[in-house]
């Protein structure tokens, strides 16, 4: 087990060897850093962006996170267990008030806008447990290091179904023990899909196994990914604005129906 420290309510940086000894209870020193302030830069494009952070900022208010992007942001969505969303435009319609460090974001920047998302706070260790539920999960990464999805997701092992993430070319997917992959990495400042079939905890692993350290990532030929392809029925992201039905904006509680 990993041991993590507290000082008046704040988890410390420890550096230091933190796992509980197994056998041996000696006595193991480790320094904490407590309130040592890092600033993370993550650079959005104009259109949607998977986001996600690795700092813990003084407040989780939305606007005290994003607020000074405002300008340049259309939508923020989140989803748990259910999709939560902010419109900068439609604030009394909006549903999502806080954003945090486990969590990944859809975050759509407008035309001319590029953006970098700039946030102070405290560093988040990277083993930090993060809850994940049957089914789909829009989850945080947390290392800095970059890691096949194999090795990143290893604590999901046996109820891992698929990971997705928003690569150069859109949506990339991972399905474990397939030779059709196309998420071949996993990387700070961005947010992974995660679809499980048991709840459970993500936790990212600190260092590379020695194991699986340097194993080559799975790739599919180009020919064969454009033959089997990724068009799938499992799940849509859908975001409606200004819908109207005769002429009239839909009451709140109004139920949509979508067909293909």
């Known amino acids: 087990d990993i041991i993590h420290f507290f000082v008046n309510g704040v988890e410390a940086l420890a550096l230091g060897d933190t ?29 949607w962006n998977l986001v996600s952070w690795n700092v813990q900022p003084a407040s989780t208010g939305i606007l005290d996170v994003l607020g000074p992007y405002m300008d340049c942001i259309e939508v923020v969505v989140r989803f ?10 439609l604030v ?8 945090d460090h486990l969590s990944g974001y859809w975050i759509k920047v407008k035309p001319g806008c590029n953006v970098t998302l700039t946030l ?20 945080s990464y947390l290392p800095e ?15 891992l179904l698929f990971a997705y993430g928003n690569g150069a070319s859109g949506i990339e997917v991972y ?10 990495e996993m990387k700070t400042c961005n947010g992974y899909w995660v679809k499980i079939n048991a709840d459970g905890t993500l936790v990212y692993p600190e260092d590379l196994p020695t194991a699986l350290a340097g194993r080559p990532a799975i790739t599919a030929p180009t020919q064969a990914l454009a033959n089997f392809g990724y068009a799938t029925p499992i799940w849509v992201n859908l975001y409606g604005k ?16 979508a067909f293909s």
């Not at 748990?80 to 435009?89: F, H, K, M, N, S």
């Not at 009394?92 to 954003?99: D, H, K």
């Not at 970059?146 to 999901?156: E, F, G, K, T, V």
């Open 175 to 184: 399905q474990p023990g397939s030779e059709f992959n196309q998420l071949d």
């Open 92 to 99: 009394e319609f909006s549903t999502l008030w806080n954003v």
């Open 120 to 139: 102070d706070g405290l560093p988040v260790p990277v083993s930090t447990p993060i809850p994940v539920t049957t089914g789909w999960n829009l989850v």
């Open 19 to 47: 796992e509980f000894p197994a056998e041996d209870f000696g006595r193991v020193q480790v320094c904490l850093q407590v309130g040592a302030q890092i600033t993370k830069e993550c650079v959005l494009q104009e259109g």
């Open 242 to 257: 200004n819908v109207t039905l005769d002429g009239k904006m839909l009451e709140a509680g109004s139920t949509i129906e």
């Open 80 to 89: 748990e267990q259910g999709g939560l969303a902010y419109d900068p435009t």
């Open 145 to 159: 290091m970059i890691m096949s999805p194999q090795d990143a997701l290893i604590s999901l092992d046996g109820t």
